[in-house]
Protein backbone atom coordinates (compact mmCIF):
# COMPACT_ATOMS: atom_id res chain seq x y z
CA UNK A 1 0.00 0.00 0.00
CA UNK A 2 1.10 3.17 -0.38
CA UNK A 3 -0.27 6.54 1.13
CA UNK A 4 0.66 10.17 0.17
CA UNK A 5 -0.93 12.85 3.12
CA UNK A 6 -0.06 16.29 1.70
CA UNK A 7 0.15 18.63 4.16
CA UNK A 8 1.09 22.45 4.90
CA UNK A 9 4.69 22.91 6.71
CA UNK A 10 4.10 23.29 10.58
CA UNK A 11 0.99 21.29 10.25
CA UNK A 12 2.62 18.24 12.14
CA UNK A 13 3.42 15.96 9.97
CA UNK A 14 6.92 14.92 11.72
CA UNK A 15 5.13 14.89 14.92
CA UNK A 16 2.42 12.67 13.73
CA UNK A 17 5.37 10.12 11.94
CA UNK A 18 6.51 10.26 15.98
CA UNK A 19 3.42 9.27 17.36
CA UNK A 20 2.36 6.55 14.63
CA UNK A 21 6.01 5.24 15.44
CA UNK A 22 5.69 4.97 19.02
CA UNK A 23 2.23 2.73 18.50
CA UNK A 24 4.29 0.64 16.33
CA UNK A 25 7.31 -1.34 16.81
CA UNK A 26 7.68 -2.46 13.10
CA UNK A 27 7.54 0.75 11.70
CA UNK A 28 10.72 2.66 10.21
CA UNK A 29 10.77 6.28 8.86
CA UNK A 30 13.10 7.61 6.29
CA UNK A 31 14.01 10.99 6.60
CA UNK A 32 16.17 13.11 4.19
CA UNK A 33 19.57 13.90 6.16
CA UNK A 34 20.99 12.84 9.55
CA UNK A 35 20.22 16.66 10.80
CA UNK A 36 16.30 15.69 11.13
CA UNK A 37 17.24 12.45 12.27
CA UNK A 38 18.85 13.34 15.48
CA UNK A 39 17.56 16.73 16.51
CA UNK A 40 14.73 15.91 15.93
CA UNK A 41 13.12 12.41 16.47
CA UNK A 42 13.36 10.99 20.19
CA UNK A 43 16.33 9.10 21.17
CA UNK A 44 14.48 5.63 21.60
CA UNK A 45 13.19 5.79 17.96
CA UNK A 46 16.44 7.11 16.19
CA UNK A 47 17.36 3.64 15.98
CA UNK A 48 14.27 3.42 13.70
CA UNK A 49 14.90 6.10 11.74
CA UNK A 50 17.07 5.76 8.02
CA UNK A 51 19.00 8.46 6.40
CA UNK A 52 19.22 7.31 2.74
CA UNK A 53 20.37 9.82 -0.23
CA UNK A 54 19.66 6.85 -3.34
CA UNK A 55 17.87 3.28 -3.00
CA UNK A 56 20.75 1.68 -3.00
CA UNK A 57 22.05 3.21 0.69
CA UNK A 58 18.61 2.39 1.18
CA UNK A 59 18.39 -1.26 0.73
CA UNK A 60 21.43 -1.84 2.42
CA UNK A 61 19.73 -0.19 5.64
CA UNK A 62 16.86 -2.42 5.62
CA UNK A 63 18.81 -5.34 4.86
CA UNK A 64 17.68 -8.30 8.08
CA UNK A 65 15.53 -5.50 9.48
CA UNK A 66 11.86 -6.98 10.23
CA UNK A 67 9.28 -4.25 9.55
CA UNK A 68 5.78 -3.67 7.91
CA UNK A 69 5.52 0.07 7.41
CA UNK A 70 7.85 3.09 6.15
CA UNK A 71 7.22 6.06 7.03
CA UNK A 72 8.56 8.70 4.80
CA UNK A 73 8.84 12.15 6.71
CA UNK A 74 9.31 15.12 4.06
CA UNK A 75 8.76 14.81 0.16
CA UNK A 76 12.56 15.90 -0.58
CA UNK A 77 12.49 12.57 -2.34
CA UNK A 78 11.70 12.85 -5.78
CA UNK A 79 8.70 11.03 -6.88
CA UNK A 80 10.66 8.75 -8.86
CA UNK A 81 12.62 7.28 -5.40
CA UNK A 82 9.41 7.18 -3.37
CA UNK A 83 7.98 5.09 -6.93
CA UNK A 84 10.93 2.68 -7.19
CA UNK A 85 10.97 1.87 -3.09
CA UNK A 86 7.11 1.37 -3.57
CA UNK A 87 7.71 -0.61 -6.36
CA UNK A 88 10.68 -3.00 -4.55
CA UNK A 89 9.27 -2.87 -1.05
CA UNK A 90 5.75 -1.56 -1.00
CA UNK A 91 4.10 -4.34 -3.76
CA UNK A 92 4.86 -6.73 -0.74
CA UNK A 93 1.10 -7.29 0.66
CA UNK A 94 2.29 -7.13 4.04
CA UNK A 95 4.60 -3.48 3.60
CA UNK A 96 2.88 0.08 3.94
CA UNK A 97 4.65 3.32 2.75
CA UNK A 98 3.25 6.19 3.95
CA UNK A 99 4.40 9.78 2.92
CA UNK A 100 4.02 13.12 4.80
CA UNK A 101 5.41 15.74 3.18
CA UNK A 102 4.45 19.52 1.72
CA UNK A 103 4.30 19.55 -2.05
CA UNK A 104 5.86 22.45 -3.24
Known amino acids: MLELNNQNRGSGKTT ?11 ALCLVPNNTIK ?12 IS ?13 RRYTKI ?5 LYSNFFIAELFYNFGRRS ?10 K
Open 16 to 26: KVIELMEQDES
Open 38 to 49: RHIFPKELQKRV
Open 52 to 64: ARSFENLYDELQG
Open 71 to 75: YIDEL
Open 94 to 103: DISIIVYGTE
